[in-house]
């Protein structure tokens, strides 16, 4: 697995190309704002086809440059139907410079879903909680999981936003205690995780809750 991550917008948001390198397929796992550039780069850099673009939750600073990866890829664009009326939003509020029909989805993304990139099999896990329809991938051969902002090291994404809910969180989080200890997360800002590392906090909020 070849994973290239690219930082980018105001607050410093995660994009992933993740490609397979026997069969120079890859995935997109978000598109921050200023980040289609680089993006594209990777993905011509290292020889990939892209096979599909992730969004894995709506809001703006994950989603900003995903109509232009979308166009210049020429991949199909995925997205859970819960977080459409948050994408939409967006859209609609001028934060992403294009229209709906731009966008598609061109797919949904259901809990349980496995999105096959060459011999990368990805499951998809819906995780909820700092934003409707917010999804992981998780790739349990090469045991990494793409978890947009559902945990970070030390931590969890934000429960004041509109639309996040602090119940959601803590189930989310106990699906990711689930995950073996070697399990790393990549998540949509900052430095990767291992569940081994974080596994003391996250049974403290799956028992007491989100404060």
Same mark, same amino acid.
């Given at each position: 697995?070849?994973?290239?991550?690219?930082?980018?917008?105001?607050?410093?948001?995660?994009?992933?190309?993740?490609?397979?390198?026997?069969?120079?397929?890859? #995935?997109? #796992?978000?598109?921050?704002? /200023?980040?289609?550039?680089?993006?594209?780069?990777?993905?011509?850099?290292?020889?990939?086809?892209?096979?599909?673009?992730?969004?894995?939750?709506?809001?703006?600073?994950?989603?900003?440059?995903?109509?232009?990866?979308?166009?210049?890829?020429?991949?199909?664009?995925?997205?859970?139907?819960?977080?459409?009326?948050?994408?939409? $939003?967006?859209? $609609?509020?001028?934060?992403?410079?294009?229209?709906?029909?731009?966008?598609?989805? /061109?797919?949904?993304?259901?809990?349980?879903?496995?999105?096959?990139?060459?011999? =990368?099999?990805?499951?998809?896990?819906?995780?909820?909680?700092?934003?409707?329809?917010?999804?992981?991938?998780?790739?349990?051969?090469?045991?990494?999981?793409?978890?947009?902002?559902?945990?970070?090291?030390? @931590?969890?994404?934000?429960?004041?936003?509109?639309?996040?809910?602090?119940?959601?969180?803590?189930?989310?989080?106990?699906?990711?205690?689930? =995950?073996?200890?070697?399990?790393?997360?990549?998540? @949509?800002?900052?430095?990767?995780?291992?569940?081994?590392?974080?596994?003391?906090?996250?049974?403290?909020?799956?028992?007491?809750?989100?404060?």
């Amino acid at each position: 697995m070849h994973i290239k991550t690219i930082v980018a917008g105001p607050v410093e948001t995660n994009a992933f190309v993740v490609g397979d390198e026997s069969s120079h397929e890859a #995935i997109i #796992i978000d598109a921050p704002p /200023d980040s289609a550039d680089r993006i594209m780069d990777a993905v011509r850099d290292d020889g990939f086809e892209v096979k599909l673009i992730v969004l894995t939750h709506a809001h703006f600073d994950h989603v900003v440059d995903a109509a232009r990866v979308k166009a210049e890829s020429g991949a199909p664009l995925a997205i859970h139907e819960d977080a459409m009326m948050q994408l939409r $939003q967006v859209i $609609q509020s001028g934060q992403a410079s294009y229209q709906p029909d731009d966008i598609g989805p /061109d797919q949904w993304l259901n809990d349980g879903d496995v999105i096959a990139i060459g011999s =990368l099999r990805f499951t998809v896990m819906l995780t909820p909680g700092h934003a409707p329809g917010q999804v992981s991938l998780y790739e349990p051969n090469e045991q990494v999981v793409f978890g947009g902002d559902t945990l970070f090291p030390g @931590g969890y994404g934000r429960v004041d936003l509109p639309g996040s809910s602090r119940g959601e969180t803590q189930e989310s989080i106990r699906r990711m205690l689930e =995950l073996p200890d070697e399990v790393t997360v990549y998540p @949509g800002h900052g430095l990767p995780a291992q569940i081994g590392n974080e596994r003391a906090w996250m049974r403290e909020v799956s028992e007491n809750g989100v404060s």
